[in-house]
């Protein structure tokens, strides 16, 4: 049965944005929830973790790279960044094992059929990879071998935290942005598809949250508040 879809994704354990997001879905009458990925990797995982594992209702998710790398405790010898490394670590060490386990399970894509949308492919970064960027100034022939194989008209995504709705040849690509780290944005952004695809930010108490963020003791927690309270122009 089609159905209407709220899409988050990139919570990144900003539960301040995350709570602000979820009422604001509660209003809308969603048939489900779908996080893109990007869950636990910031200020405050296991509490964001928790929310999440206890929605009510339908909610799908799919794996993004930092779900992987926390969940498999990815360090500095697999090749990422000493300071990336270090909060993988801090996140992992703070999620329960059912949490962790939580995470390593997920899927790396779901497909669902949107009312007036038909079937959309939900993924972290492309459908080729959790760590491909599309940006909605992505050259489409860059795009286009991360989309072979797929039979889906619309692909759903996050990775890049800044929104866009576009096409890429005869393929709809709609990134939802960043719930919890997002740039170009001051507030918590997200999606709502069918029968069409609205863009959606949900303004939150940001400077709250820097506080809260600032206490968390999570490594570079200043620089998670400072990106909150200064949204820089470009995405990760
Ligand atoms: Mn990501």
């Not at 990139?10 to 944005?17: C, E, S, V």
């Not at 997002?182 to 695809?197: H, I, M, Q």
Request: hydrophobic share 40%; glycine share 8%.
């Amino acid at each position: 049965m089609a159905m209407r879809v709220a899409v988050i994704s990139d919570i990144h354990a900003n539960l301040p944005a995350l709570d602000a997001v979820l009422a604001d879905i509660d209003q809308c009458n969603a048939d489900a929830i779908v996080v893109c990925g990007d869950l636990a990797w910031g200020p405050e995982p296991a509490a964001t973790m928790d929310r999440l594992m206890n929605l009510p209702g339908p909610v799908y998710f799919v794996k993004g790279n930092a779900d992987r790398e926390v969940g498999e405790r990815h360090g500095a010898d697999q090749g990422l960044p000493e300071w990336i490394a270090e909060i993988n670590e801090w996140c992992a060490a703070q999620l329960s094992a059912a949490q962790r386990e939580f995470l390593n399970r997920l899927p790396r894509s779901v497909t669902l059929t949107v009312e007036g949308m038909g079937d959309v492919l939900f993924v972290h970064g492309s459908p080729r990879s959790d760590t491909d960027p599309i940006r909605r100034e992505t050259p489409d022939e860059i795009i286009w071998p991360m989309l072979a194989g797929i039979s889906q008209k619309t692909i759903a995504c996050g990775h890049t935290h800044i929104q866009f709705d576009r096409m890429v040849g005869e393929t709809r690509i709609i990134n939802v942005g960043s719930v919890g780290l997002p740039s170009a944005a001051r507030g918590a952004c997200w999606a709502l598809l069918g029968p069409d695809a609205a863009l959606k930010e949900t303004s939150y108490d940001y400077h709250a949250a820097a506080d809260q963020i600032r206490r968390s003791g999570c490594p570079g927690a200043n620089d998670f508040a400072d990106h909150i309270l200064h949204p820089p122009d470009e995405g990760p």
